[in-house]
């Protein structure tokens, strides 16, 4: 289920330190941008931050949550999308360091792709 619009207008409003903060609909879910980069997904009006090897042992405290996933011929496939901890909301701050950490992920993803593209050099 996507990000309500209340939901969406808060984590804007919350975000707007990391710069122009966009939403986008896809998968029945509600990925968030910042520059065009996807660091974050909203599902059930619940946010996931992008995770990688850089990041993860920063967000340690959210592989309490299982992380997002989908199901795919009888199987659970799990995403580099970890559930951000409830207590963040109450915290601007911090919310804003873990979703740059995430923007960082986001952005070594997208460098990479960059990288192993076919026809890129």
Known sequence: MVASDSFAEFLREQLAPLG???MR???GKTGVFCDGAMFGMVTDNMLYFRVDDHNREAF???EAFPPLNYGKKGATIDLSFWRAPERLFDEPDEL???ARLA???ARRVAAKRKRTAPGRS
């Open 20 to 22: 122009r903060v966009t």
């Open 25 to 27: 609909r896809m998968f």
């Open 60 to 62: 340690r405290e959210a």
């Open 96 to 98: 804003v360091d873990w």
């Open 103 to 105: 923007l960082a992920a």
